[in-house]
């Protein structure tokens, strides 16, 4: 299989830039077999460890360590993965379990707080859930009031980020908005204008013979873009749609439109949009004519420079033959493969073929998956992903993947499994299941983007 | 194998190809699940959906493939024609340029289809009479022209849709059945030189039918 797995890949990857010597995470520099306890003690205080790992659990848990309290205390790296590991298996089963509303965890979000070991477990949507969003509010605000860092902003915003500061961290993320302060106000206000100097140019004049079949293109997805939810039904709205998506294509020569890119405007364009209407007020049935033209054009531009932004790392998806799709479901076989044998072998016994289901997910980065809601939680994790999105994009869709593994296995023939695939009953979803969709995707990222090894190992069998 | 209502005597795949916003994924909903929307999603890559109907007391499954009309996804649709043994070419009839695209699509279905493979041609949206834009009887003379079968479809008001997959696949079972008596299972096809052969000729082995059209 050519170009299924570029270690080169990983050198840029996120993961790898923020670790150092990391405990719990299997690296392929140290050999975590032959390391003896004694080893690792000697090297390892809890506190390194608790750093080392903390951009795999929400920010707010460090109150972990502070009630564990004592300094120096010594964990081995097998320990500590394992209990990683535990936790994870433990709330897969335990998602039941009586809850104890203790609020001696003020984690950011529920689904996070539950993987901590010796702590009561919670159901979702309990009443502290505002109490958690105020807490990392807080953390936000400080960090934004002054000037992050972009690794300190992906860090606090991993596991989502509050409705109130999203779309200012959004434009952070995607390196349009410049996190130095000063600078903020004069970039913002120069890129507006050079969007819609963009349109003028392109999209108000006569457009060019050559992009007749784009246009008509966008001209026809846009309006079948979210049938059900009425924010989209407004041809204003359209309209908003239509620009941004024309002048990122003719910007793109090399993919142009392709469809499904319009869905990928929408989280921008909702954040954006609730950023613009007051508190509260649900966004799926709001009128855009409520707000100023002013409003509405800063809405339409930004949304465009954060999904040219955010696209430009994953270009390789859009163009011809989309090569990047392509390559990434080769991976996502091997991977699974790998990961859960039993599950890969099911699907090719009945014939199912990975292209068949796994296409959508990756050319629509699961936005037809899933309900818009969660698109939108899972939008904060992707940003903060940052540079390397574009692998991580492949563990997100294993880790989708094998949430259904029960379901899949239970079904016999092909079509059943066909029919499941295309419709994954994910209508109940809340940012707390995609929290643990992406807890896993990351799991499965340590273990397997870090040791290409895992992958490569059963290239010969076939 | 079969715990689902799911026995049958042949398993044929079949394709809907066809411009964006034709209406094939309505078609196809139409067909399977007797719904339509207005607006529906575009479909990305392909979706797949299936129907068992009744001919000359067999029962046949169809298992359809719908696909993304975008030029762009062709690299990626032009996999499912293989083992396909029937294809709807859809138009839309208010639509002149969706007509005339049909030939582009003809070629594409010579280059990655089998060459057996039965094509009907459908000018959809037939409930849209006074935007009509693609003549009834021109577009049966050019079925004609080209050996396809022709019909006119609403998938709106359900106008001929039944018809249309009833007619496709008993055409297709005509065909089957036929060459079931006038040829043994091994029989040669004659294909011209510069065609790849494709192992897609449908049996009475329902097994040996399934992996075919699965793939």
Redesign the interface.
């Known amino acids: 299989m050519d170009g299924l797995y570029n270690p080169e890949n990983d050198k840029t990857s996120f993961w790898k830039k923020n670790s150092k010597a990391i405990p719990g995470r299997p690296s392929p520099k140290k050999d975590i077999k032959s390391g003896t306890r004694s080893k690792l003690t000697g090297s390892t205080s809890f506190q390194e460890f608790q750093a080392s790992v903390s951009d795999a659990w929400a920010v707010d848990d460090d109150e972990f360590c502070i009630i564990s309290g004592v300094d120096n205390t010594h964990i081995s790296k097998k320990v500590s993965e394992s209990a990683a590991l535990n936790v994870l298996n433990n709330h897969r089963t335990s998602s039941d379990q009586s809850m104890n509303i203790q609020t001696t965890n003020k984690g950011n979000e529920n689904v996070r707080s539950n993987r901590i070991p010796g702590r009561p477990q919670q159901l979702r949507n309990t009443n502290n859930q505002d109490e958690d969003c105020e807490s990392k509010l807080e953390r936000f605000e400080s960090l934004l009031g002054g000037t992050p860092t972009i690794a300190e902003l992906c860090k606090l915003s991993w596991s989502g980020i509050p409705v109130k500061v999203r779309a200012t961290t959004w434009r952070l993320l995607s390196g349009y908005l410049p996190v130095n302060q000063e600078r903020r106000q004069g970039m913002l206000e120069r890129k507006r204008q050079d969007y819609w100097n963009l349109v003028k140019q392109y999209y108000d004049t006569e457009r060019d013979e050559a992009y007749q079949?784009t246009y008509h293109?966008i001209h026809?997805?846009v309006?079948?873009?979210n049938?059900s939810i009425p924010l989209f039904?407004q041809s204003l709205v359209q309209q908003m749609f239509e620009r941004i998506l024309f002048i990122w294509a003719i910007r793109h020569p090399a993919s142009?439109y392709?469809?499904?890119i319009?869905d990928l405007v929408t989280p921008f364009f909702v954040v954006f949009l609730q950023e613009a209407i007051s508190d509260n007020q649900p966004f799926e049935l709001f009128m855009v004519e409520l707000l100023s033209k002013e409003q509405r054009d800063i809405i339409e531009a930004d949304s465009f420079w954060c999904l040219s932004k955010f696209l430009d790392g994953i270009q390789d998806n859009?163009v011809?033959?989309?090569l990047g799709i392509?390559r990434k479901v080769n991976q996502l076989k091997e991977l699974i493969q790998r990961v859960d044998n039993t599950l890969h072998r099911h699907l090719t016994h009945?014939?199912v073929?990975y292209?068949?289901f796994s296409?959508?997910w990756l050319?629509?980065l699961l936005t037809?998956e899933l309900p818009l809601r969660c698109t939108i939680r899972l939008w904060d994790t992707y940003l903060a992903e940052n540079d390397s999105f574009a692998l991580f994009q492949l563990y997100v869709c294993a880790a989708f993947l094998l949430q259904w593994r029960k379901k899949l296995l239970g079904e016999?023939?092909?079509?059943?499994l066909?029919?499941l695939l295309?419709n994954l009953p994910t209508q109940n979803w809340t940012g707390s299941d995609v929290g643990l969709l992406v807890a896993e995707a990351y799991h499965l990222k340590v273990m397997f983007a870090d040791a290409p090894n895992h992958l490569q190992n059963n290239q010969g069998d076939r | 194998?079969?715990?689902?209502d799911?026995d049958y005597d042949y398993l044929f795949k079949v394709v809907l190809i066809g411009d964006?916003?034709v209406g094939k994924s309505n078609l196809l909903a139409r067909f399977t699940r007797n719904e339509f929307?207005?607006?529906?999603?575009?479909?990305?890559?392909?979706?797949?959906?299936?129907r068992s109907i009744q001919v000359d007391g067999k029962t046949i499954k169809a298992?359809i493939w719908d696909t993304?009309g975008?030029?762009?996804?062709r690299?990626?649709t032009a996999?499912y024609y293989r083992g396909a043994v029937g294809a709807l070419l859809v138009y839309d009839i208010a639509k002149h340029l969706t007509y005339e695209n049909v030939e582009r699509w003809l070629r594409e279905l010579r280059d990655h289809a089998d060459q057996n493979i039965v094509i009907m041609l459908v000018g959809n949206k037939s409930d849209l009479r006074h935007l009509r834009a693609v003549l009834t009887e021109e577009a049966r003379g050019f079925a004609e022209r080209n050996g396809l079968s022709f019909i006119e479809t609403s998938a709106l008001d359900s106008t001929n849709v039944d018809t249309a997959f009833q007619n496709i696949l008993t055409e297709i079972y005509r065909i089957v059945s036929q060459k079931q008596i006038r040829d043994p299972p091994e029989g040669d096809t004659i294909r011209p030189q510069n065609v790849e052969p494709i192992d897609v000729k449908p049996t009475m082995n329902t097994d040996s039918v399934?992996?075919q059209c699965?793939?």
Do not use: W
């Open positions: 079949d293109q026809i997805d309006p079948r873009m049938p039904q142009g392709v469809q499904g319009n859009y011809f033959a989309q392509q009945h014939n073929d292209l068949q296409f959508r050319n629509n037809r016999t023939d092909f079509q059943g066909m029919l295309q | 194998m079969n715990t689902r799911d964006s916003g929307n207005l607006e529906s999603k575009s479909t990305i890559g392909v979706e797949f959906a299936t298992q993304a975008q030029e762009r996804y690299a990626i996999a399934r992996k699965c793939q």
